[in-house]
């Protein structure tokens, strides 16, 4: 059964910073794409960023230039460093593996930005 083990999340001030982590068997961590969602009551869940195994990452346009996607293939661990953190990043975020028409989920770790 595979498993990705999702921790990181919080309550954190608007501005501040959050970094969730995500670690997977190597298995599933070395051939598949790894990435973040978020999803808010009442919405669809949506992605936030993702990286290939070979490291090319892609990150939605709302949250360019504050998040960051990184994997540490030694620790089959993939992050998501998010900075400028603002009240509309709330969410529950969860950690995903895709390939072909495979995909995993992780249980989802809450993300809470407010003063």
């Known amino acids: 059964q595979v498993q990705l083990v999702e921790s990181g999340g919080g309550l954190v001030q608007p501005g501040g910073s959050l970094r969730l982590s995500c670690t997977t068997s190597?298995?599933?961590?070395?051939?598949?794409?790894m990435g973040w969602y978020r999803q808010t009551p009442g919405k669809q869940r949506e992605p936030v960023a993702t990286i290939t195994s070979g490291g090319s990452a892609n990150t939605a346009d709302s949250v360019k230039g504050r998040f960051t996607i990184s994997r540490d293939n030694a620790k089959n661990t993939v992050y998501l460093q998010m900075n400028s953190l603002k009240p509309e990043d709330t969410a529950v975020y969860y950690c995903?593996?895709?390939?072909?028409?495979?995909?995993?989920w992780g249980q989802g770790t809450q993300v809470t930005v407010s003063s």
């Open positions: 190597r298995s599933i961590f070395s051939i598949y794409v």
């Open positions: 995903n593996a895709a390939r072909d028409i495979r995909t995993y």
